[in-house]
Each structure stands twice: as structure tokens, then as C-alpha cells.
């Protein structure tokens, strides 16, 4: 067995955090690099344990993270935080994106997290536009909806707090310009933003993101049917994406489609439905696993040469 990694997580305590440490604690190649409470605010005993590392993780906001990363020029970083995710010398960490990201991610030295949302619209969107189905300069509309853990520790404490709210959905994001939709357009390779539209349920972690196509729109004629084998065609290999093929009958409750199937895995579905005028795109994922801490460890085995599923479940 190889030696121990050190692993160092900034930004523990956060939701991301306590995710990425419960992955990691029992792996006996992992060695998890501990601060003092005291001294964590201190970037002379952050950047000590920065470059004691092999890796280091950051659970920070945007603001926190970008100043984490110019305390050491020496460290390999995964940052979970939107901060780095387009930005020029970081490698985009979803390794299903391309055939060729899984080699840049182990190779990087800085490597950046995808976004939970991303993560639903690149690998149910990316493999058209590829595939000339979706035109680069297409108008894409994507509705989503998010367990509130999404939101991160304030949301979490608020509904924790609140038994009482009514609404079992909140759509939110009213200034159409969501975090994740500068990394949603640059990877999918279009030339214009997606119309996103996010939402929040009344339950604690699970997420669907829902692409709608009317068949007119697209470059040339396709059924249902054959999207499906161009993503079956695109995942084949890939051990995280199951693509579920039609009739769908069996992932639905009595018509209802549940966003909570893949909780506590790293394994993302993606579902097509449709008939001869329109389609619909939907990938299902736990926004706090394959969406943000089961993605964080899968390229964190990469960078250090571990097997790929070492600490997540597929």
C-alpha cells in the first residue's frame, strides 16, 4: 500500500467540510493534518500546514478561499468554493467532462470543484453540444431544484429552526445571474448563458436539473431514444454516471420523479423523457455528494494516484 496522504481541510466545520472529513477519516492511506481552534484564524500556522500537505482542501467562501491560495505557492489545492472554477491555471475538477479532464485533474496542482448545479447541466448538456445535437449558440432554459443543505450552514440552520415554513418550494435567484452559470456556459462550450433557474425544497439534500428541448430547436432530427444512446455511447466507462434507459416507469411515484435517489452516493442518473415534438433532460445527483464533497474526494484520489472510488460510494 502506498504511504499515507496528508490532508489538510480548511474550512472543516462547514457543510462541505464535515462531508469531505467523513470520507476521509477511516481511509488508513489518509492522514488528516489537524490546527489548533486558536490558530486557525493565524496564516503563519495555516500556511505551516499548507505546505505539510500533500493536498489541500478548501471549504471556504469565494473571498477566504482566494486569500487561502496566496498563502502558499507551493501547495496542491481543491477548492470548493466558486472562486477558481474559470479561472486561468486551474483545472476544472469533473473528471466525466472530457476524455482527457481525468488526466489533466491528476496532473494539476490547483483543481478546482464543480458547482452542484454544474455538475447536473455539464454532463446532461456537454455530451450534445459535442455531438452537434445542441448548437453552441443555442438558447438553453434549465430549471433546478436543491435540498436547502445547498444553501450552505445559514439556510441549513434556518429551516433547521423553522419547522413551520410553508412552502415546500422557493425559487430564488431573481437576478437571473446564479454563481454557477459562468462555469455552466464556458464548459458546455456555448456562446450564450443558459436561462437558469434554481429552486429550493423543503428537504435537506437531493437535487434534480431539468434541461427542456422542443425537437425543432435542435441541429437535426433525434428521438428520445437516440439521446439517450449518445449518453449511454459518452458514460459507458464512467463508474459515477448510470444513464437509465426508457420505459422510466420504475424511477417514478406514481408520476412524481423523487430528487432524493441518489442521496449519499457519488452516482449521478441522467434520464430522458419525451415524445415526437419535445424532450427533457434530467439529471438527478446528491448536491452535497457527486454535487460537492463525493466530487471534492473523487479528485483528490486522482491527484494523488488513489483509486478513483477509494472513500465514495458509487
Known amino acids: 500500500m502506498s504511504a499515507s496522504a496528508r490532508i489538510f481541510i480548511d474550512g472543516q466545520a462547514g457543510s462541505t467540510g464535515l462531508e469531505v472529513t467523513e470520507r476521509l477519516t477511516d481511509r ?3 492522514e488528516l493534518v489537524d490546527i489548533d481552534n486558536e490558530q486557525r484564524k493565524r496564516p503563519e500556522a495555516r500556511r505551516e500546514c499548507f505546505e505539510s500537505a500533500d493536498v489541500v482542501v478548501l471549504c471556504l467562501p469565494d473571498e477566504a478561499a482566494q486569500e487561502a491560495v496566496s498563502l502558499s505557492e507551493k501547495t496542491r489545492f481543491i477548492d470548493a468554493s466558486t472562486a477558481h472554477r474559470v479561472h486561468d491555471g486551474w483545472t476544472y475538477g469533473l473528471p466525466e467532462l472530457t476524455y482527457g479532464q481525468r488526466d489533466s485533474i491528476r496532473e494539476s496542482r490547483r483543481v478546482s470543484n464543480p458547482g452542484c448545479y454544474a455538475t447536473g447541466f455539464l454532463l446532461s448538456i456537454r455530451p450534445l453540444v459535442d455531438e452537434t445535437i445542441v448548437s453552441r449558440n443555442a438558447l438553453i432554459r434549465t430549471h433546478a431544484l436543491s435540498g ?9 440552520e434556518k429551516y433547521s429552526r423553522d419547522k413551520g415554513i410553508e412552502q415546500p418550494t422557493r425559487p430564488y435567484a431573481f437576478n437571473l445571474n446564479h454563481k454557477h452559470v ?12 443558459p436561462f437558469f433557474m434554481p429552486t429550493v425544497g423543503n428537504f435537506f439534500r437531493g437535487m434534480l436539473v431539468q434541461t427542456p428541448f422542443f425537437l425543432n430547436e435542435l441541429n437535426r432530427s ?3 431514444a437516440d439521446i439517450v444512446e449518445i449518453f449511454q455511447t459518452r458514460y459507458a466507462d464512467e463508474p459515477f454516471v448510470r444513464v437509465i434507459e426508457a420505459p422510466l416507469d420504475d424511477e417514478l411515484d406514481e408520476g412524481f ?13 441522467i434520464m430522458v423523457f419525451g415524445h415526437e415534438q419535445q424532450v427533457l433532460v ?6 452535497l455528494g457527486k454535487g460537492a464533497a463525493g466530487a471534492a474526494v473523487q479528485n483528490l484520489n486522482l491527484m494523488l494516484g488513489r483509486d478513483e472510488s477509494s472513500g465514495i460510494s458509487e
Open 282 to 287: 434530467v439529471a438527478r445527483l446528491d448536491n
Open 222 to 224: 433525434v428521438r428520445p
Open 28 to 30: 488508513d492511506d489518509i
Open 182 to 193: 459562468p462555469e455552466m456556459r464556458h464548459y458546455a462550450g456555448l456562446e450564450s448563458a
Open 257 to 269: 420523479l423523487s430528487p432524493t435517489a441518489c442521496n449519499g452516493s457519488n452516482r449521478i442518473d
Open 148 to 156: 436547502y443543505s445547498g444553501g450552505g450552514r445559514q439556510l441549513i
